[in-house]
């Protein structure tokens, strides 16, 4: 098996890791570092790669496998610590997660991606223009979410399937019931929506977040 571990952002390295062939990249990786990479990994007919990161350098890399069609790479994942997508793919933190990256066996799991084509780790957040509250009407599959206005509308994927979910909240400390599906569906005068803590540059009137045709190969 080849196994290689992407480094974004010079975040520390696990005990686990410090032994294995490494490369350096920026917090959000470049798609060439990873096309770079892909080469060496084809080498082998398990290629594995580590994603020592965040969620948002997780989610660029599995949104340029699935946009190059190279879904079938092992992907083992390490955040340094707890972020959401660990929280949703239950993948651990740190020196733990990383020995699970290179222990563990890839298992076939649910892609969420939007209509943008890019892919969600973690957790999406959509709020109305200028933090004001989202008016419109969201639908998880053929149930409805909510109509009127929230706070916020939350979209998360799920380790099995169906493979989203969706919450809203409507105070500042409503509680949220989530609704799973396979996709999240939002019109609106006015959205601005952030994907694992990057946040889109304009607002738009849809979202929509869906479980992708290919599954990921996960690594826990």
């Not at 992407?6 to 062939?21: M, N």
């Not at 989203?164 to 989530?178: I, L, Q, S, T």
């Not at 994907?195 to 045709?213: A, L, N, W």
Request: a positive charge; glycine letters at 8%; proline letters at 6%.
């Amino acid at each position: 098996m080849s196994t290689h571990v992407l480094r974004c952002d010079g975040v520390p390295v696990p005990i686990a890791l410090a032994a294995l062939p490494t490369t350096q990249t920026a917090a959000i990786p470049a798609t060439s570092v990873v096309d770079e990479l892909l080469p060496v990994l084809a080498a082998d007919s398990l290629p594995r790669l580590i994603v020592l990161g965040e969620d948002a350098a997780l989610a660029a890399v599995l949104t340029h496998l699935m946009k190059t069609e190279r879904l079938h790479v092992e992907i083992g994942y390490v955040p340094i610590d707890k972020t959401y997508g660990s929280r949703a793919y239950q993948t651990g933190s740190g020196n733990a997660a990383a020995k699970r990256a290179i222990a563990g066996r890839a298992t076939e799991t649910p892609l969420i991606r939007d209509d943008t084509g890019t892919v969600l780790v973690g957790r999406a957040t959509i709020t109305g223009v200028d933090d004001e509250k989202l008016e419109g009407e969201a639908y998880v599959d053929d149930t409805q979410l909510f109509t009127g206005k929230v706070r916020t509308m939350y979209i998360s994927p799920t380790l099995y399937l169906p493979g989203v979910r969706a919450a809203v909240r409507k105070g500042r400390f409503g509680k949220r019931n989530w609704i799973e599906g396979r996709a999240a569906q939002l019109g609106s005068p006015g959205a601005v929506v952030t994907r694992d803590g990057i946040r889109s540059e304009r607002p738009v009137p849809r979202s929509s977040f869906y479980r992708h045709h290919e599954s990921w190969y996960l690594v826990r």
